[in-house]
T-cell receptor, first 118, second 114 residues
Framework: GQQLNQSPQSMFIQEGEDVSMNCTSSSIFNTWLWYKQDPGEGPVLLIALYKAGELTSNGRLTAQFGITRKDSFLNISASIPSDVGIYFC??????????????????FGQGTILTVHP | DTEVTQTPKHLVMGMTNKKSLKCEQHMGHRAMYWYKQKAKKPPELMFVYSYEKLSINESVPSRFSPECPNSSLLNLHLHALQPEDSALYLC?????????????FGPGTRLTVT
């Protein structure tokens, strides 16, 4: 099946620094989603991307849908302590001539664990 | 409103018990999902319901039995679980129509099997 390679696996940064993480795939994806998960909670949707080359911002967060449709990037500017958590990318793969529906099935990256030191 | 609720928040059960997890959404979403998540790992898809019908079963053991009584509710019935089934169980929902593939997750149920 489709796999997403998410990097880095973990990051330790100082408050105020910018953060960048990415996901890559060997397959073309039609949708990219970025989620953040706090300990003991469910993932929260941060940004959704639907078009190749699309750049979307949500406050200090900016995400891009790669032009090749095989990658996506998430940047966090001026990090703060509450940015701590696990960030997951997720993609929807829809092969040509699938002959059916994927029911919105997502493929998840392995996650990036972010730690922010005050 | 993008709220998905799940009850209970925590559940401890023995291997011979029968219990149920509940999920509810009032966003009019017609696709609902159950995921299993181990610590620091991504969610793993278990089941997908589309218009209240089971559409995908990701080869989940029969000790997990999903049910979708109506378009707002999703249950997961548990019976004779194993300790390795201990995990965070997440429910999610998605608007079925159009091009939106955004899934909204509930807070999860932390399950411990003793």
């Amino acid at each position: 099946g489709q796999q997403l390679n998410q990097s880095p696996q973990s990051m330790f940064i100082q408050e105020g620094e910018d953060v960048s993480m990415n996901c890559t795939s060997s397959s073309i994806f039609n949708t990219w989603l970025w989620y953040k998960q706090d300990p003991g909670e469910g993932p929260v949707l941060l940004i959704a991307l639907y078009k190749a080359g699309e750049l979307t911002s949500n406050g200090r967060l900016t995400a891009q849908f790669g032009i090749t449709r095989k990658d996506s990037f998430l940047n966090i500017s001026a990090s703060i302590p509450s940015d701590v958590g696990i960030y997951f990318c997720a993609g929807r793969f829809s092969p040509l001539n699938a002959g059916g529906t994927s029911y919105g099935k997502l493929t998840f990256g392995q996650g990036t664990i972010l730690t922010v030191h005050p | 409103d993008t709220e998905v609720t799940q009850t209970p928040k925590h559940l401890v059960m023995g291997m011979t018990n029968k219990k149920s997890l509940k999920c509810e959404q009032h966003m009019g979403h017609r696709a609902m999902y159950w995921y299993k998540q181990k610590a620091k790992k991504p969610p793993e898809l278990m089941f997908v319901y589309s218009y209240e019908k089971l559409s995908i079963n990701e080869s989940v053991p029969s000790r997990f039995s999903p049910e979708c009584p109506n378009s707002s509710l999703l249950n997961l019935h548990l019976h004779a679980l194993q300790p390795e089934d201990s995990a965070l169980y997440l429910c999610a929902s998605r608007q079925h129509s159009g091009d939106s593939y955004e899934q909204y997750f509930g807070p999860g149920t932390r399950l411990t099997v003793t």
